[in-house]
């Protein structure tokens, strides 16, 4: 088992300190962090802990999995690798100047305006 851990089902009052104290009881806590959004600043209900050995860890997960800490039933498992680069982009949509509604685009020249349902107007296109 790695030393890193997955910790679940957070009540948004847990803290990273309130979080390092419930796992120190299993040994040293090398860091402990509660994931907090962005935006409003709270909780999202999950954290990772890591501990000093793979021992450790492994007693950390056998002894608070569905033991209550402030007033949740934690979810304590060992934190899978992150895979790929994650966030960012949107996807295959958007991007690129013109074309799509509103359109936009190049415009000018003899092809008449721009803009419009699929870009590029004119042209006897549709």
């Given at each position: 088992m790695?030393?890193?851990l997955y910790v679940g089902n957070l009540s948004y009052s847990t803290t990273d300190e309130s979080l390092r104290a419930a796992f120190a009881a299993f040994g040293t806590v090398d860091s402990a962090k509660v994931i907090m959004d962005r935006e409003s600043g709270r909780s999202k209900g999950f954290g990772f802990i890591e501990m000093s050995t793979?021992?450790?860890a492994s007693a950390a997960v056998g002894g608070l999995d569905g033991?209550?800490?402030d007033g949740r039933n934690l979810r304590v498992s060992e934190a899978r690798p992150q895979e790929g680069g994650g966030g960012g982009g949107r996807g295959p949509r958007g991007g690129g100047g013109g074309g799509g509604f509103g359109g936009g685009g190049r415009g000018g020249g003899d092809r008449g305006g721009g803009g419009g349902y699929g870009?590029?107007?004119g042209g006897g296109r549709w």
């Amino acid at each position: 088992m790695g030393r890193k851990l997955y910790v679940g089902n957070l009540s948004y009052s847990t803290t990273d300190e309130s979080l390092r104290a419930a796992f120190a009881a299993f040994g040293t806590v090398d860091s402990a962090k509660v994931i907090m959004d962005r935006e409003s600043g709270r909780s999202k209900g999950f954290g990772f802990i890591e501990m000093s050995t793979d021992e450790e860890a492994s007693a950390a997960v056998g002894g608070l999995d569905g033991q209550e800490v402030d007033g949740r039933n934690l979810r304590v498992s060992e934190a899978r690798p992150q895979e790929g680069g994650g966030g960012g982009g949107r996807g295959p949509r958007g991007g690129g100047g013109g074309g799509g509604f509103g359109g936009g685009g190049r415009g000018g020249g003899d092809r008449g305006g721009g803009g419009g349902y699929g870009g590029g107007g004119g042209g006897g296109r549709w």
